[in-house]
């Protein structure tokens, strides 16, 4: 190689030197801004950022319904006998009839009727005399207490089966006959008088019955 054709190659290769010592540098060949990486930079997160979603706020506990009150209770009525005040039948309360039944005992149908306007109660035996002789008729047969006597109320009736019992000779003859009820008390009362045309009364045999509810029980005991 000659020397000139030497000497050219090497300013080429010097050229190319400077010209790579010359290429752009952070300003751009413009001489404006830098350009951009052709792979871009991850964003920095701020320190002071929240790394977790902010907590929801606490729910507040269900408020509990206000009880109500439980309604005052009611006073308890004591049960009471519905004929706690029905008093004993006296004179005053009934009328009264009898009715000769059989002749030969001397039988008589007697019977009282509530005529008043509340109920009452035949006690026990009606208290029956006989005309102008000392005494009562004797009673027959067992009455109920006080507490189941019958309860007669307005317009009701009782019966009592009354006997004069057979002729022997003992006995004496009346004709009309006189009623009180039994009342288990001092209360005086006005004498019921019923007719009994030839009555014979026999000291030892004459009886009455309890009062009951119908003619027949009467008659039959």
């Known amino acids: 190689m000659s020397t000139v054709r030497r000497s050219a190659v090497v300013l080429v290769a010097l050229a190319a030197v400077t010209l790579t010592a010359c290429g752009p540098g ?54 009471v006998d519905p004929d706690y005040d029905v008093f004993p039948c006296s004179t005053f309360d009934v009328t ?19 005529k008043g306007g509340k109920p009452c109660r035949a006690l026990g035996h009606p208290v029956v005399t006989f005309g102008d002789l000392d005494g009562h008729a004797v009673e027959r047969g067992p009455a109920p207490g006080i507490e189941d006597a019958i309860r007669l109320a307005p317009g009701q009736s009782a019966y009592a089966g009354l006997m004069g019992g057979l002729k022997d000779g003992k006995g004496t003859t009346v004709h009309s006959i006189a009623m009180t009820m039994s009342t288990d008390s001092d209360l005086e009362q006005k004498p019921l008088k019923a ?19 119908n003619a027949e029980d009467a008659l039959s005991l």
Request: aromatic share 4%.
């Open 26 to 79: 952070e300003d751009g060949a413009a001489g404006g801004p830098a350009a951009p990486s052709a792979t871009p930079s991850t964003p920095v997160t701020p320190t002071d950022a929240p790394t977790e979603a902010p907590s929801e706020p606490p729910t507040a506990a269900p408020t509990t319904a206000p009880t109500k009150a439980p309604a005052p209770s009611k006073p308890v009525t004591p049960s």
């Open 96 to 114: 009264f009839t009898a009715t000769l039944a059989e002749p030969t005992t001397g039988s008589y149908l007697l019977k009282i009727t509530n």
């Open 195 to 213: 007719s009994t045309p030839g009555l014979y009364v026999s000291p030892a045999k004459n009886s009455v019955t309890a009062w009951m509810t």
